[in-house]
């Protein structure tokens, strides 16, 4: 019997991943809509997605090293979701803010974020509504993204046999 190959599926949650920080950054550059700390958050989690995609492609093997690479996916998976329909929530409930808060100044003051500002630096407002893509926010676009991710995860793990229960 031959086995599939998780290949195919790590590829593309890796590109899924990678192609929403592209589109983060375009509409950042282009059309000034300026990340608030809840999408800083969620650009983290796309990121550990990206690399535990990258290692489920790259390693061979069903042991520790992939495990951890899966467990790095999930973990991004699960955090970007909660934090982007947590987003979505806060747009529907503008009383509610995160704002210029404990956590914008912190996100701010990471190492990192002096080397790629652009990619890190939280410098807009949680409640501002930008203009709907296709009859969306950008958080929704963002959960339906990190939905898809966990769907190609389940496939990716499934296809390296990563969920083999003996009933």
Known sequence: MQQSSAKPWATAGFLLSVGALAAALFFQISKEWFPCPLCILQRYAYLATALGFLGIGLSSRQGVLGSAFALLALAGFVS???VAFYHVWVLANPLETCGVDPLQNTLNAL???QYWPDMFMADGLCT????????????????IGFLAQGFVLLLALRAKKQFRRSW
């Not at 930008?130 to 963002?142: C, I, K, Q």
């Open 80 to 82: 970007g979701a909660g």
């Open 111 to 113: 190492p990192w974020v």
């Open 128 to 143: 501002e509504e930008y203009p709907p893509l296709y009859g969306l926010s950008l958080p929704m676009w963002s959960g």
